[in-house]
T-cell receptor, first 110, second 112 residues
Framework: SQQGEEDPQALSIQEGENATMNCSYK?????LQWYRQNSGRGLVHLILIRSNEREKHSGRLRVTLDTSKKSSSLLITASRAADTASYFC??????????FGGGTRLMVKP | DAGVIQSPRHEVTEMGQEVTLRCKPISGHDYLFWYRQTMMRGLELLIYFNNNVPIDDSGMPEDRFSAKMPNASFSTLKIQPSEPRDSAVYFCASSFPGSEQYFGPGTRLTVT
């Protein structure tokens, strides 16, 4: 069963705009991670946020975590065509084992 | 480091045949994970190992699936006999404890 559920399932924006993806989960977590998957490739880790953290930044990425609402968001600022990919949230709630959501397909039009 | 290495990258086989997928994790990583990805079911964890020992195989769909990790640098996922519904992309990933996972490029399996 999927722990994390991303919203929206698909997102299409113009280059330069910001992209926001949301993730909801059901049980308590140790940490929450975001991954990117380009078509035909393996997943690439983007950012990890621990349950006692509320916000984290990495370059153009900003992740927030609200454990009271069991939700997280990933913001990509000033998007580029190269950001086109699927984005997955994954929760670590049992130590080392991740449960992935269904992903958000992001398309950034040049 | 070359990252997680998987072979073969593509496998086409006929129903009933045995399929063996291979994975070499990143050196030093304690954990190794096998996932399956399909359009219908998304990314599913099949089994994971800690220090070569299987910890949780509850995701293994049936007895036709088996996985081994004979040493810290090698793991196999075997399907015997294979069925068309096993067609998917199979990923191997490795990690340090409590840290991000590094994924291999995947093996695209087609069972006809």
């Amino acid at each position: 069963s999927q722990q994390g559920e991303e919203d929206p399932q698909a997102l299409s924006i113009q280059e330069g705009e910001n992209a926001t993806m949301n993730c909801s989960y059901k049980t308590s977590i140790n940490n929450l991670q975001w991954y990117r998957q380009n078509s035909g490739r393996g997943l690439v880790h983007l950012i990890l946020i621990r349950s006692n953290e509320r916000e984290k930044h990495s370059g153009r990425l900003r992740v927030t975590l609200d454990t009271s609402k069991k939700s997280s968001s990933l913001l990509i600022t000033a998007s580029r065509a190269a950001d086109t990919a699927s984005y997955f949230c994954a929760t670590d709630n049992a130590g080392n084992m991740l449960t992935f959501g269904g992903g958000t397909r992001l398309m950034v039009k040049p | 480091d070359a990252g997680v290495i998987q072979s073969p990258r593509h496998e086409v086989t006929e129903m009933g045949q045995e399929v063996t997928l291979r994975c070499k994790p990143i050196s030093g990583h304690d954990y190794l994970f096998w996932y399956r990805q399909t359009m219908m079911r998304g990314l599913e964890l099949l089994i994971y190992f800690n220090n070569n020992v299987p910890i949780d195989d509850s995701g293994m769909p049936e007895d036709r699936f088996s996985a081994k990790m004979p040493n810290a640098s090698f793991s196999t996922l075997k399907i015997q006999p294979s069925e068309p519904r096993d067609s998917a992309v199979y990923f191997c990933a490795s990690s340090f404890p409590g840290s991000e996972q590094y994924f291999g490029p995947g093996t695209r399996l087609t069972v006809t």
